[in-house]
Every structure is written in C-alpha cells, then in structure tokens.
C-alpha cells in the first residue's frame, strides 16, 4: 500500500557470505521498489554477537512512498528473495540482511519496530558509515550529530572503511 508522501528512510545492509554478490542483489532490488536510493561507503567489521565470516555493511538513504509496515514487509521479502533463513535470535551467517534504522524523525516502537534502530549508536558497522555519509544528521532522540557521535564513540577499530 502506498501514500502520497515521500519518507526519508535510513537502512542498514550487510552480508557475511558471498558479500559482494549478496549485497548486489540486495541494491539491485531496492532499486526496483522506485525508490530514490543513495548509499555510503562500505565498512568491513567482525561478526557481532556470534563466531562467523567478517560482514560487508552500509547504510543506505532512500526516499519512498511505501508505509513503515509495507517497507519492513519488503525488506524482508528482499531477505528471503537472496536466501536468509530466519533465526529468531538474529546473529548468524546472513546472505544480505536489511534493516529498518530510521524512518522520518520517528522515535519509538512502531509495529514492532523501535525506531531509530538501537544499534546505530552502539555498533560501529552502522555509526561509521552513517557519519562518513550523513556526518551532519541527527538521529531522533539524540542531541549529537552522526558526525559528533562517532567521534566519541571509543570502538571505532572495529571497522574497517573499504
């Protein structure tokens, strides 16, 4: 279901098996949701929260017209499309996994989704790129600027920009 307002609409893709295929096919079908799409460096980091390959992630600026439900809704089909097995604890092996970071300015839990997504300000492999790409943004919630954040933000080895 569509509206007619466009949502500026932050995301976060990585992959740690196959990455540069994966993440390809990942673009390849955002790009075909008609959506106004720009991305950041990509930063290469360890596996968090689990014993596995090193993942390849971005974020990723998109504007659409789809809805928070209907985007959370194709991401995930964008998931299965490339081959993710769904796991409820969420850490292990992924072929591309797309989340939701921020959706306009929303702050809070939105059809089970908290927004902005907790962990763009604790893991350096959405913070890094997200202040390399849009350095001057803040994040609902939030005081600091990415750019600010990540500059005290004391893990930042955790990444490496490729």
């Known amino acids: 279901m569509k509206n007619n307002s466009q949502h500026f609409v932050l995301l976060g893709i990585g ?3 196959e990455p540069e295929l994966n993440l390809e096919l990942g673009l390849q079908a955002l790009k075909q949701m008609d959506a106004d ?3 950041s460096k990509y930063v290469k980091s360890k596996a968090v929260g689990f014993d596995g390959a090193d993942f390849i992630n971005a974020v990723i600026a998109i504007h659409t017209q789809l809805s928070v439900v209907d985007l959370k809704t194709k991401m995930k089909s964008i998931e299965q499309s490339i081959g993710i097995i769904s796991n409820p604890s ?10 939701i970071i921020s959706f306009n300015n929303w702050a809070g839990t939105y059809f089970h989704l908290t927004l902005p997504r ?3 300000f604790y893991n350096a492999h959405v913070l890094g790129p997200l202040a390399q ?3 001057d ?5 939030k005081t600091q600027s990415a750019k600010e954040l990540w500059k005290d933000y004391p893990h930042k080895s955790r990444i490496e920009f490729l």
């Open 118 to 120: 907790k962990e763009v």
């Open 15 to 17: 992959s740690n098996i």
């Open 133 to 135: 790409f849009l350095p």
């Open 37 to 39: 799409l720009t991305i």
């Open 90 to 99: 969420g850490c292990f092996n992924k072929k591309c996994d797309i989340d």
């Open 137 to 141: 943004l803040i994040l609902p919630s």
